[in-house]
């Protein structure tokens, strides 16, 4: 079983900067974490899940939505298995709850952007922490 804990939500205004952090434990089908994928979705109350960006362990690529790319960026520390997600340049439209997600797996080729948006796609998601910006 594979927990998440995710940190670093808050209150910031238009304009600002916020970083969350989530660090993944446990193991995979019994295995150690391994080669997998991770990264954030978002979500506003009454609308779908939103992909935010996520990060490939297997060679380090980084896939964003469009509504945050050149805002927002994902890296990772492989050795304490953890992700942070640096956000610039924060919209009122960017408050929602962020989940950190972990999936078992990689993915590579010109349909990785597809297949890496998909909701169904990940193991296991975090409680979410708040993100709210004002205008």
């Known amino acids: 079983q594979v927990q998440l804990v995710e940190s670093g939500g808050g209150l910031v205004q238009a304009g600002g900067s916020l970083r969350l952090s989530c660090a993944a434990s446990?193991?995979?089908?019994?295995?150690?974490?391994?080669?997998?994928?991770m990264g954030w979705f978002r979500q506003v109350p009454g609308n779908e899940r939103e992909f935010v960006a996520v990060i490939s362990w297997n060679d380090g690529s980084t896939y964003y939505g469009d509504s945050v790319k050149g805002r927002f960026t994902i890296s990772g520390d492989n050795a304490k298995n953890t992700v942070y997600l640096q956000m610039d340049y924060l919209k009122h439209e960017d408050t929602a709850v962020y989940y950190c997600v972990y999936w078992q797996g990689f993915c590579s080729g010109g349909a990785c952007y597809t297949v890496l948006q998909r909701v169904q796609r990940y193991d296991t998601w975090g409680q979410g922490t708040q993100v709210t910006v004002s205008s």
């Open positions: 446990g193991r995979a089908s019994g295995r150690t974490l391994g080669t997998y994928t």
